[in-house]
């Protein structure tokens, strides 16, 4: 079959190429309802396809963005996705999302993949660990956001939660619950996020006068995480209250207490760093800490829009509060 042209589309429809072309570009300004009407009827007979190649080249845009998150297993990740891609769908662009595994070198590879496919802008989640690239994406005024990390010493817009501060509120209501043997579970401490939430811990730990026991700090990828958990709850004066640094460690030390036969709300006490779907429904006592997902993702998607609309604005982070439930 001989591919449909845009003239085709106007011919059947008895309007210009033009009118056809503002149509396909929602620009409807000046046209009657009975234009495009007639337009709309004309592309549905022909089954017209519009070249978004051409059109991009002519726009010098894609109508593409891409959104490179570090681990896709994290609901709060997913979450913050749906945001973005629901702001980019009602203004008419398509987002492209990237499961960077928290590996640098897999990063590095989608951003230049996307940059090669000339995506209009990128949000990153970012291991921290790509900083030369990070640096010439700032100095050629390319449109990005961060998300979630911060990445020191770079002029870039980025969204974040209160780590540090809710942490420390949560390791503050074990205390006045009367915990003194308080444990923190967290993934290796190569990013902002964990370290902050470690920060916080060691900090209300310090300020109530409870000396911190190495025993009771787990630091490890979740393929090592059982194991060290394992060793953790077999202690003579195991802890009485734990803190899960995100939903994946959650999910381990849940299934540590249950292999060990801890009751959580009798034995031990629980707080998770994280957005956790089933939260409402839990009847266990656990406390979560939620981040503003949806608001967060919201914000970076219009941060990033403006600066592919050449918006002058000063890059600056934008601090979310999370709050505990």
Request: aromatic content about 10%; charged content about 25%.
């Amino acid at each position: 079959m001989e591919k449909v042209t845009m003239a085709d589309v106007a011919k059947a429809a008895g309007v210009s190429k033009s009118t056809v072309s503002q149509y396909l570009n929602n620009r409807f300004e000046y046209m009657g309802e009975k234009t495009k009407q007639k337009i709309e009827e004309a592309i549905q007979t022909l089954g017209y396809q519009p070249n978004y190649i051409a059109r991009s080249l002519k726009q010098k845009r894609t109508s593409m963005v891409g959104i490179i998150v570090a681990n896709i297993m994290h609901y709060f990740s997913t979450e913050v996705s749906r945001a973005i891609e629901d702001f980019f769908h009602q203004h008419d662009l398509h987002a492209i999302v990237c499961n960077a595994d928290d590996d640098p070198e897999k990063e590095k590879k989608y951003i230049e993949m996307l940059r090669a496919k000339q995506v209009d802008g990128l949000i990153i989640f970012p291991t921290g660990q790509n900083n030369e690239l990070y640096e010439s994406m700032m100095k050629q005024d390319y449109p990005v956001v961060f998300m979630d990390r911060k990445v020191q010493n770079l002029p870039v817009f980025s969204i974040v939660t209160n780590n540090q501060e809710s942490t420390y509120r949560a390791i503050q209501q074990f205390v006045k619950k009367g915990h003194q043997r308080i444990a923190f579970a967290v993934q290796p401490l190569k990013v902002s996020t964990r370290t902050e939430r470690f920060e916080g811990y060691q900090q209300a730990m310090r300020d109530a006068g409870i000396e911190i026991n190495p025993d009771y700090i787990i630091e490890s990828d979740i393929l090592g995480m059982s194991h060290k958990l394992e060793k953790l709850f077999s202690l003579e004066e195991r802890p009485t209250a734990i803190f899960a640094g995100n939903d994946r460690v959650f999910l381990e030390v849940v299934k540590c207490l249950k292999d060990k036969g801890i009751k959580v709300g009798k034995d031990i006490e629980l707080v998770v760093f994280d957005n956790i779907p089933f939260a409402q429904v839990v009847e266990t006592p656990i406390t979560f800490i939620v981040q503003p997902a949806t608001e967060m993702g919201t914000k970076a998607a219009e941060l990033l829009f403006e600066q592919i609309n050449k918006v002058e604005r000063k890059p600056e982070e934008f601090v979310f509060p999370s709050k505990l439930v």
